[in-house]
């Protein structure tokens, strides 16, 4: 077997390249590095989640796939995996931790191939991290009632834990299509009575519903959401 | 002889003028004849047309009955005319219940919209029920539009602006910037009147800096990326014209998630739509290439389509024609350098049957590429199709597909498409309750045209997925697959190829307060049953908790990969521990951000033993929320920090930059 390794140092980065003939069967043929938006750039705001870079990668042959996600240098993640003669292949940097998008200016992503051997300028993908406000989603936990449960809507107070800086809350009921709720309502309180006339003329007994809710800052931006949770009213 | 693609750009810039020309043509019409409303309040408020009972109790103050309001907020006031006499109101305003949200003043009620209301048709109902217990309605409907000009109008917009010294660096590091300087432009536009509609959204960069920045950076004002939409729509007939950053999607095995710069005009009536459009064939970045649109039509790739419903749009049927060249590859592409060119043309029909659960696809396609226009061979023809079939009933999913993609067939524009493939993928889902289980078997193989210089290869795959979702906060998953590759129609002197693969994966989440735990293990095999006996195995373990708190989040995880090469007898492991956390305090004026990750890689043979660090932080203080027409400036230690140590050459190093950053946003929005 033949090996030789490289060390490059740039800003933390120790790589290796093995080649070795057990690679030898496998041959990428072709990496494009992209995000969300199909490009190989993206502009993001600060703290903005959940950034993703994914590497379209085909290849010819059968063998064991061994490379790296770094980020300006840093290695964020490594990546095994066994490649069979098909489709191509899609990889992508993990959610947890997602790329960081703290830092104002040009990052660059690269998926590091370090076997098979193959002597390739490694395609780079640039995010832009802007000034800018992402509020963070947070979860809003809903308490009362509990989900499928069977309930008498005018005994029943929807109710949920409040999250701090608040300005509303949006309760949601839905029937089927979850972008076009049936009913809707706003709230300082996290809590909600469904008012009577309401009953009357936008639900059914005997019916399965879902609802949600939603926060909101005083900017209207969203800064919370709960799960879907089902009911049913008697 | 071939023929070098002749240079287009007359075309071009006619299709150019054209897209400019429509959008004009239409916009000045629009702008002409749109209705001058008459100003708030100047529609005249009928009375409403209420029982008397109920008028004698709710007085709509404003809006009034039918009027027309402009502006973007509205604000809706009644009162009530005997309080004594009413136990409890409720007001709905398009659905959604305003009630607890409105504010009182004596016997007034009033509410400001929180978003801006969407022009159009609205309707306030206010239901009272009197002391007696009789219930009474009063509904009102008004419009509204956001200027007098148009119907909607709206512009948000965000400069942000970043100044970055760098404080302190390692001696020996030279290419990192002593300082840099960045301004940028997020812009999102939109207009609306009648059927006209028309948007505009961008980011614009300006960067300087003390060093040359690298590609696809450039010094100076660029566009990072833009998109110009207008749209007009009467009864039937629409058409729309967008110029700029585009997603194209044809279909399937032609053009599909094709990003380009460019422009799209498209027509429609009814079910039936023909649409042409233009875009730069490289990725293109910054203002270098312009619209996309002008330039040889080597750089270009042409396309028009149509598509057509039928049935109560049971039925869809496409088609498309694409032809161009490429000279390079786009910027995050590595992979085949010539310049070539080529053309498409595909059709495809979907039908959906018993209220859309089956569900009927199939597309053919045929393909003329050059893979190389510099060499002597000319360009090769092939075709694609496939077939596939989606039933849902009751609890089950079953999904079926045939497809046939010939060994020449490439689509310009579209290189990530697979060729030389032939196979039928089958599917089926249950789901239960709290249980989900999936099958899947598939079988492919290449070589479809049985050239006798090469071997063909039969990958035979089934798979078992299951997750269980019945306890409360938890989901757990299981994976299990395996493939079987064997060769067939060796040539001569060729050993058969036979090689299975098995994967087993397992992950579980748990959510405990604050706390979401996550878990994922993965065992995989190649065995290769070749006289070469190559045979791999990799094992992966993953542990990534995760503590949200109001102003603090902390996401370590921990990663640990080993493989075994049986060829060399040797083991490969690496474990990988991240810390990443952000959060808080004294109310958001002192921000935190910290990610780091630590890499330890060894081999059973003791030739490698090596770990590296990587932190990056960031320690920021809003110095005010506002400061005349600066929103929350800034000051930020901004760092990064570096150290490898390879134990076998007992080498180390170690790198630092620190920068000081002053950051700003002004949002301006109208």
């Known amino acids: ?234 | 002889m071939k023929k070098n693609p002749a240079s287009k750009n007359f075309l071009l810039k006619t299709v150019f003028i054209f897209f400019i020309s429509v959008g004009v043509l239409f916009w000045i019409p629009s702008v002409l004849l749109a209705q001058d409303p008459a100003p708030e309040e100047a529609t005249p408020a009928e009375e409403p047309a209420a029982a008397p009972t109920v008028a004698t109790i709710i007085r709509l103050i404003h809006p009034a009955e039918g009027a027309l309001v402009i502006g973007k907020k509205p604000e809706i006031r009644f009162a009530l005319l005997d309080a004594g006499s009413v136990k409890g109101i409720t007001a709905i305003l398009d659905g959604t219940d305003i009630t607890n949200v409105m504010k009182q003043e004596g016997a007034e009620f009033s509410f400001k919209p929180i978003a801006a209301l969407a022009s159009g048709q609205h309707t306030l109902q206010i239901t009272v029920v009197s002391q007696d217990g009789q219930e009474l309605v009063q509904e009102a409907a008004f419009s509204s539009r956001h200027t007098e000009r148009f119907e909607e109008a709206t512009s948000d917009n965000e400069i942000g602006l970043v100044y970055k010294h760098r404080v302190a660096k390692s001696d020996y590091i030279h290419t990192e910037v002593k300082n840099r300087f960045d301004a940028t432009l997020s812009s999102n536009s939109k207009l609306k009147d009648g059927g006209f509609e028309t948007s505009f959204t961008t980011n614009a960069h300006y960067a300087d800096q003390n060093l040359p920045i690298a590609e696809p950076e450039r010094k100076g004002v660029n566009l990072s990326n833009f998109l110009w939409q207008t749209k007009y729509t009467k009864d039937k007939f629409s058409t729309g014209s967008d110029v700029g950053d585009l997603q194209l999607n044809e279909t399937p095995l032609t053009v599909a998630g094709l990003a380009r710069r460019g422009g799209q005009l498209a027509f429609g009536y009814d079910n039936y739509e023909v649409h042409g459009f233009v875009v730069r064939s490289k990725e293109l970045s910054g203002f270098n290439g312009g619209f996309g649109i002008e330039g040889p039509s080597n750089e270009h790739i042409l396309g028009t389509g149509a598509s057509a419903k039928f049935f109560q749009e049971k039925m869809l049927l496409k088609g498309t024609y694409i032809a161009g060249g490429e000279k390079e590859n786009s910027f995050g592409t590595w992979g085949d350098v010539n310049q070539r060119r080529g053309r498409a043309a595909g059709g495809s029909m979907q039908l959906k049957l018993f209220d859309d659960k089956l569900i009927f696809d199939s597309e053919y396609a045929e393909t003329n590429y050059d893979g190389d226009t510099s060499d002597i061979y000319d360009a090769e023809e092939d075709e694609a199709y496939n077939y596939g079939l989606s039933w849902i009933y009751n609890i089950l999913s079953l999904k079926g597909s045939y497809q046939y993609i010939g060994p020449k067939y490439a689509v310009i524009g579209n290189a990530s498409t697979q060729n030389d493939y032939e196979g039928v993928n089958l599917e089926g889902t249950a789901s239960f309750k709290t249980q989900t289980l999936t099958l899947g078997y598939s079988d492919c193989n290449d070589n479809v045209k049985e050239n006798e210089l090469v071997p063909q290869v039969t990958t035979t795959a089934a798979k078992a997925g299951y997750t269980f979702n019945g306890i409360e906060n938890l989901t757990l998953g299981l994976n299990y697959d395996r493939s079987k590759q064997e060769s067939a129609l060796e040539p001569a002197g060729t050993d058969p190829i036979k090689v299975y693969t098995t994967n087993y994966s397992g992950s579980i989440n748990y959510i405990v307060w604050k706390l979401n735990l996550g878990f994922t293990a993965g065992h995989s095999v190649q065995d290769d049953r070749m006289p070469t006996d190559q045979d791999t195995e990799t094992d992966t373990y993953t542990f990534t908790p995760a503590l949200t708190l109001d102003a603090l989040t902390v996401t370590p995880s921990y990663s640990y990969n080993s493989t075994w090469d049986k060829s060399t007898l040797v083991t490969t492991d690496t474990h990988t521990t991240g810390l990443n956390f952000n959060g808080h305090f004294f109310e958001n004026r002192l921000l935190y951000d910290f990610a780091g990750t630590h890499n330890r890689t060894e081999t059973s043979d003791r030739l490698t033993d090596n770990y590296t660090l990587g932190l990056t932080y960031k320690l920021t203080y809003v110095l005010a929320e506002k400061f005349g027409v600066f929103t929350k400036p800034s000051i930020s230690i901004d760092g990064r920090y570096g150290s490898t140590h390879d134990y076998i050459a007992n080498t180390r190093t170690h790198e630092k930059v620190v920068f000081l950053v002053f950051s700003s946003i002004l949002p301006f929005s109208f």
């Open chain 1, 1 to 234: 077997m033949k090996r030789t390794s490289i060390i490059l140092i740039g800003f933390c980065v120790l790589g290796f390249w093995m080649q070795s003939a057990e690679a030898a069967n496998l041959q990428l043929t072709r990496i494009q590095l992209r995000f969300e938006n199909n490009r190989a750039t993206l502009t993001v705001k600060n703290r903005q989640p959940d950034v993703q870079a994914f590497a379209d990668i085909l290849f010819t042959g059968t063998g064991l796939l061994q490379g790296y996600w770094q980020v300006d240098g840093r290695l964020i993640a490594h990546v095994n995996k066994h490649l069979v003669p098909g489709k191509k292949v899609t990889l992508s940097t993990p959610l947890k931790p997602a790329l960081p998008t703290f830092s104002e200016g040009p990052h660059i992503v690269m998926f590091v191939v370090n076997r098979p051997a193959q002597p390739i300028p490694f395609p780079k993908a640039l995010y832009y991290v802007v000034p800018g406000e992402t509020p963070n989603v947070a979860t809003v936990n809903l308490t009362q009632p509990l989900s499928e449960s069977e309930i008498d809507p005018l005994q029943t107070t929807f109710q949920w834990e409040g999250q701090p800086k608040v300005a509303t809350y949006l309760i949601e009921f839905i029937d089927d299509n979850p972008q076009k709720p049936l009913f809707s309502a706003i709230t300082e309180k996290p809590e909600y009575v469904l008012p009577q006339p309401v009953l009357k003329y936008s639900f059914a007994k005997n019916q399965h519903y879902f609802w949600r809710v939603r926060s909101f800052d005083a900017s209207y931006n969203v800064i919370g959401e709960s799960e879907i949770r089902e009911l049913r009213l008697k």
